[in-house]
C-alpha cells in the first residue's frame, strides 16, 4: 500500500494533520491502535453515559485552531459557565484562589503567616538570594511562598505525579499555572483593577462531549476520500538512511506493509524510538528509556440523583483522600446524562501501570471510588451509587522530572535528521501540550510537508499562562468567537 502521507495516531493531533491534508487534495492514511478515535480526548460510552477522559474545554489563542473546530462542528457547540473549585480538609476554595474565600477558611491565624511567608520570598528575591527557580517546588514557593505550597500545591501535585515536587522541573509550573502573585491578588481583591488578569469564565464545549469532534473529524476524512484505520497496532518502522520508507501494521490477523512519502507520528516518541528498523544508535535508546509517563484512571459513577454540586470539576487536595480530581459531566452538558434524573461522576486517579491502584480489579476500584465520594460529603448517600465502569488510560501525561530535558534534547537532535519524519502531540513530542497545541503541531506539520519550513518544537514554548486574559482581551476574544460562528 502506497500513499503520499502516512500518520500514526488517531488522537488530536493525528486527524488534524489528516483533516488539513484531505482539504488540500492529498489523502493519508490514519492508523490508530485503538478502537475508537479521539486519545485521550476521546469520549467512552457505557450504557448511554458518556464520559471523558478529563476534561477538555474548548478554548484557545490560536484562531486556526478555532476556526478547525467551527469547521468540524459548526453549531453543535454549547457555552458552559466554568466553575471549578479545591477540597481541602474539609473545606471548598475557589478556583483560581480568591483572596477573601481562602482567608475566610484558612482563618486568621494562617492566613498572617501565608502573608508573612510569601514576604519573606519576596525579600530574598528582592535582594537576590533567590536563584533562577530550577524544581515546581522553587517556583511556586517563589510566587506564593512556602506556606501557601504546602497548603494548595504539594499535596495534589504530588498525587498527580507520584514523585516530589522537588524533582518536577519548574517548565511544568510555569505552562500549567496561572501566574498572578499573590500581592497582586491582594491589590485587586482590595482596591480593583481594570487590567486584573484573570481566568476565562465560560468555554465552547461539543454537545455530546470532546470525542464528538473527532468523531466528526474522522468521518469528513473518510467521506473526503482518505482513510483512516482503526484497531491497528505499529510493529516496525523501516528506515534507509535518514528517511522512513515504510511502516508495518498489525491488524488482527492481517499485516500490511505501507509506503509512503511522508510520515507524522504523534504515537509515545518512546514506542517510536523502539519500533525503528535498525533501531537507533544506542545513546538515543538509552534516552528513550530516561523518559517517563504518569498513568491515569477514571471509575465514572452512576449516581441516583437529580443534581449533586455545581462545579464541572472538583480538585481534591487532601492527601486523605486517592482520588485526584472529579468530574461531574452533567455539568459539563446536559446530554451527557442519558436519564435527567441521575448524575454521571468522574472519580479520576492518577497512577503508574503496575502500583498497587492500578492492579485493582474494577469491583475494587468502583467500591473505592464510591466509598471516597460518600465521605466527600458531596451529596451522596450510601446506596446512591448504582452502577459504575472503569478506564485505563496508558501514558496519559509526560512526566517532567529531573533528567527529562537532556534525554528529550537527544531524541530531538535524532529525529531532526529525518527529511521524512515528524512528530506532533503531546505523546509524539513528550510534551504537556493542550488539545490546541497539539493540534498546531499537526497543521504546521503539514504545512511543512507542502513546502514550508516550521519549527515544531518552538510551539508552546510561552510562559504566559494559556487561559489568562486581561479583561479587554477576553471582551476581543468573544468578539471573534461571535465572527467565526457566523463565517462558518
Request: aromatic share 10%; with cysteine; hydrophobic share 40%.
Given at each position: 500500500?502506497?500513499y503520499?502521507v502516512?500518520?500514526?495516531?488517531a488522537?488530536p ?5 489528516g483533516?488539513e491534508l484531505?482539504k ?33 474545554r ?7 485552531v ?8 459548526q453549531?453543535?457547540?454549547?457555552q458552559?459557565p466554568?466553575?471549578?473549585?479545591i477540597?481541602y ?13 481562602a482567608?475566610?477558611?484558612l482563618g ?44 494548595f500545591?504539594?499535596?495534589?501535585t ?6 516530589p ?18 500581592k ?5 481583591a482590595?482596591?480593583?483593577s ?14 455530546l462531549?470532546?470525542?464528538?469532534m ?17 484497531d ?46 535498525p533501531?537507533?544508535?544506542p545513546e ?19 449516581v ?15 492527601p ?5 480530581r ?7 452538558s ?8 441521575k ?15 492500578w ?23 450510601p ?47 513528550h ?6 497545541h ?5 497543521m504546521?506539520?503539514?504545512q511543512?510537508i ?15 499562562y494559556h487561559?489568562?486574559f486581561?479583561?479587554e ?8 468567537l461571535?465572527?467565526?460562528q457566523?463565517?462558518?
Open positions: 500500500m502506497r503520499h502516512a500518520i500514526i495516531g488522537g493531533a493525528g486527524l488534524t494533520a483533516y484531505v488540500r487534495g492529498v489523502l493519508p492514511i490514519v492508523l490508530e491502535k485503538a478502537n475508537l478515535v479521539g486519545g485521550i480526548s476521546r469520549t467512552e460510552t457505557y450504557k448511554g453515559y458518556r464520559f471523558d477522559i478529563g476534561g477538555h474548548f478554548f484557545t489563542k490560536v484562531p486556526q478555532q476556526q478547525f473546530w467551527y469547521e468540524i462542528l453549531d453543535e457547540f454549547i458552559v466554568r466553575l471549578s473549585r477540597y480538609q474539609g473545606k471548598f476554595y475557589s478556583y483560581p484562589l480568591s483572596l477573601f474565600n482567608l475566610s477558611n486568621a491565624v494562617n492566613s498572617v503567616l501565608i502573608l508573612l511567608s510569601y514576604l519573606k520570598a519576596k525579600i530574598r528575591d528582592k535582594l537576590n538570594l533567590t536563584p533562577e527557580p530550577e524544581t515546581f517546588e522553587d517556583w511556586v514557593i517563589g510566587c506564593f511562598g512556602e506556606r501557601l505550597y504546602r497548603i500545591f504539594k499535596t495534589y504530588e498525587k498527580v505525579w507520584g514523585i515536587c522537588n524533582k518536577i522541573q519548574a517548565d511544568w509550573a510555569a505552562q500549567r499555572i496561572q501566574g498572578m502573585s499573590l497582586r491578588a491582594v491589590l485587586n482590595v482596591f480593583g481594570q487590567n486584573a488578569k484573570s481566568l476565562i469564565k465560560e468555554f465552547d464545549y461539543p454537545v462531549g470532546p470525542g464528538m473527532w468523531e466528526r473529524c474522522k468521518e469528513l476524512i473518510e467521506q473526503q476520500g482518505g482513510t483512516v484505520q482503526l491497528t497496532s505499529i510493529t516496525r518502522i523501516e528506515r534507509q538512511g535518514n528517511r522512513i520508507k515504510s511502516i508495518t501494521a498489525q491488524q488482527g490477523d492481517q499485516t500490511t506493509q505501507i509506503f509512503a512519502d511522508h510520515f507524522i507520528s504523534s504515537m509515545p516518541i518512546t514506542a517510536l524510538l523502539n519500533c525503528l528498523d533501531l537507533p544508535p538515543v535508546l538509552q534516552a528513550a528509556r530516561g523518559l517517563k509517563y504518569r498513568d491515569f484512571l477514571i471509575v465514572a459513577l452512576v441516583k440523583r437529580e443534581h449533586l454540586f455545581p462545579d464541572n470539576w472538583i480538585y481534591i487536595h487532601s486523605e483522600f486517592k482520588v485526584g472529579i468530574q461531574n459531566f452533567k455539568n459539563w446536559m446530554a451527557m446524562v442519558p436519564d435527567p434524573s448524575t454521571c461522576l468522574g472519580m479520576e486517579y492518577f497512577c503508574s501501570e503496575g502500583d498497587e491502584l492492579q485493582k480489579s474494577d469491583a475494587e476500584l468502583i467500591e473505592i471510588a464510591t466509598q471516597e465520594a460518600i465521605s466527600l460529603k458531596l451529596g451522596i448517600q446506596g446512591d451509587v448504582e452502577d459504575g465502569v472503569v478506564i485505563r488510560q496508558h501514558k496519559a501525561y509526560p512526566v517532567y522530572d529531573g533528567e527529562y530535558r537532556q534525554h528529550l534534547q537527544v531524541i530531538q537532535d535524532y529525529l531532526s535528521t529525518f527529511e521524512n519524519l515528524q512528530t506532533v502531540g503531546r505523546n509524539g513530542m510534551r504537556y501540550n493542550n488539545q490546541d497539539s493540534m498546531l503541531t499537526a504546521l506539520a503539514v511543512n507542502l513546502g514550508e519550513k516550521h519549527d515544531l518544537w518552538a510551539v508552546n514554548t510561552e510562559r504566559s487561559e489568562e486581561t479583561k482581551q477576553w471582551t476581543t476574544a468573544k468578539q471573534q461571535a465572527e467565526s457566523v463565517a462558518v
